[in-house]
Structure formats: C-alpha cells, structure tokens
Nanobody
Framework: QVQLVESGGGLVQAGGSLRLSCAASGLTFISYAMGWFRQAPGKEREFVARISRSGGNTYYADSVKGRFTISRDNAKNTVYLQMNSLKPEDTAVYYC?????????????????WGQGTQVTVSS
C-alpha cells in the first residue's frame, strides 16, 4: 500500500533551520505532484509548498516564501522541505501529501495520500 513517511522534525530556536524529508513507497512517485502542509494546535491544516512531478515548478504559501524550499529526488522517491529562518509561528505538525491530479491545487482535500506528520517546534 502507499506509504509516506516524514522525518526530520524537532525542536529548534528561532532563526534556525530544519530539513524535513518524506519517503514515498507503494506508488509511482514521478506520477505525483507532492506537497507539504502544516497544522498548528486549534487551527486548520494549511498549505505550505508544492512541487511538480519533474521538480521544475514550485509553489509556496506567502508566509514561508523566501525561507522554505521544496525539492524532490525522483530516484530516491523522496521530497524535502528545507526550512530556514524559522519563526515560532512555524510551530506545527508538518505533513507531506501526494497529488495524482493534473491541476495545480493547494487545498488539502484535493491530495490523495498523506503521511503521519512530523512535529516542528520553534522556540523564541
């Protein structure tokens, strides 16, 4: 079955960096656009970043633009999220998700598969 497994979360001070990874299995990775979402306590899950199948196109939420970078390695079936200049408001559980559709979407409900999430905590 399809599995998306995130790793790399943790506790970091404001201004620091983390790199999240999401390893995919059970699907034809290159057939899926990939996204990162996050959910803070008491809030809805929100879009963070998206990358196209080839990796040639990326999209970001305004709140992370210029600080976060999404990338993928199709040979390793893995998508990454490099997070720099972290802020306390970036604290959340981060999820990777796979989208087999052809449209560019930023809504969580439009994604087909999800990982279990990894906690990122940024202290002030």
């Amino acid at each position: 079955q399809v599995q998306l497994v995130e790793s790399g979360g943790g506790l970091v001070q404001a201004g620091g960096s983390l790199r999240l990874s999401c390893a995919a299995s059970g699907l034809t990775f290159i057939s899926y656009a990939m996204g990162w979402f996050r959910q803070a306590p008491g809030k809805e899950r929100e879009f963070v970043a998206r990358i196209s199948r080839s990796g040639g196109n990326t999209y970001y939420a305004d709140s992370v633009k210029g600080r976060f970078t999404i990338s993928r390695d199709n040979a390793k079936n893995t998508v990454y999220l490099q997070m720099n200049s972290l802020k306390p408001e970036d604290t959340a559980v981060y999820y990777c998700a796979a989208d087999r559709g052809l449209s560019i979407v930023f809504t969580a409900a439009r994604y087909d598969y999800w990982g279990q999430g990894t906690q990122v905590t940024v202290s002030s």
